[in-house]
């Protein structure tokens, strides 16, 4: 997956909105719609996998891309 991302900044803090992203470790964010319609992340580590609705490594959060509610389907 190509690593589209997009920085912002809310209360001094980065927020990168991204679609997805492996990291040096080879862990990945993959970007999901989960049951109830939300984006989320699915993180992977190598050994297991949790949803979350933003992820913070080393100083950085992730959100995901905002998307237009018309491609929302077919995610």
């Not at 927020?15 to 989960?34: A, M, N, Q, W, Y």
């Not at 609705?53 to 959060?61: D, K, L, N, S, Y």
């Amino acid at each position: 997956m190509a690593d589209r991302k997009k920085s912002e900044r809310h209360s001094d803090k980065t927020v990168v909105r991204t679609g997805g992203k492996v990291f040096p470790d080879g862990s990945t964010l993959e970007l999901v719609r989960i049951p109830n319609g939300e984006l989320n992340f699915l993180f992977w580590d190598g050994k297991s996998a949790k949803t979350e609705r933003q992820f913070v490594r080393h100083g950085e959060t992730f959100a995901p891309l905002f998307v237009d509610p018309t491609i929302l389907p077919w995610l």
